[in-house]
């Protein structure tokens, strides 16, 4: 399993931040991303996720050691895992940046999604992110939606909906791989 927070080497780093449910295809934008960014910098790649989802889900399309090995297959050198717990969930945007990312993660450079959404309930985005960022000195890619060639945006949500409506050549599509 991935290593704790209280584990984690203060080295240097790129973050990736998500949950990375399915390790999809936009996931793997991510990890490309970060990778590129980690041999500009010549610093490792470490991803950032959850022992769980944050918020309701109908399930998870994969389970927290089976996300860690297709992350470090697509690019990640090592995975750090929060415990969303009350506290985590409660953590206001400012503290998750200082706290996780600066302090226990010691980020040189974060990338996520563009649609990414952290502290509590969500309230913080990518706009607040670089605010943050450029206030540390901390380097920030933001990378663009992944569609498939018909448009149709690549999400765990979008995986989740077509696995229900038995649609597994369009969940596999969106995964880069088989179920």
Not at 27 to 52: I, K, N, S, W, Y
Not at 78 to 97: I, T
Not at 124 to 133: D, I, S
Request: proline letters at 3%; one cysteine or more.
């Amino acid at each position: 399993m991935g290593e704790s927070l209280t584990e984690r080497k203060a080295a240097p780093c790129v973050v990736c931040l998500g949950f990375f449910d399915g390790v999809h295809l936009a996931h793997q934008a991510l990890l490309r991303a970060a990778r590129a960014e980690g041999e500009r910098m010549g610093l490792p790649v470490c991803v950032h996720t959850f022992d769980h989802a944050p918020g309701d889900k109908d399930f998870e399309l994969t389970t927290l050691p089976e996300r860690e090995a297709l992350l470090k297959q697509y690019g990640a050198d090592s995975v750090s895992v929060s415990v969303f717990d009350e506290d985590m969930r409660h953590m206001s945007g400012d503290d998750f940046f200082r706290d996780i990312i600066l302090r226990r993660l010691n980020a040189r450079h974060v990338v996520c999604g563009d649609d990414h959404r952290f502290g509590y309930k969500g309230a913080w985005g990518v706009k607040e992110l670089q605010t943050l960022c450029d206030e540390a000195g901390v380097g920030l890619t933001v990378v663009p939606q992944v569609s498939l060639p018909d448009g149709q945006r690549v999400s765990s949500t979008a995986i989740r909906k077509a696995i229900l409506e038995g649609n597994t050549e369009l969940a596999e599509r969106m995964l880069g791989r088989k179920l």
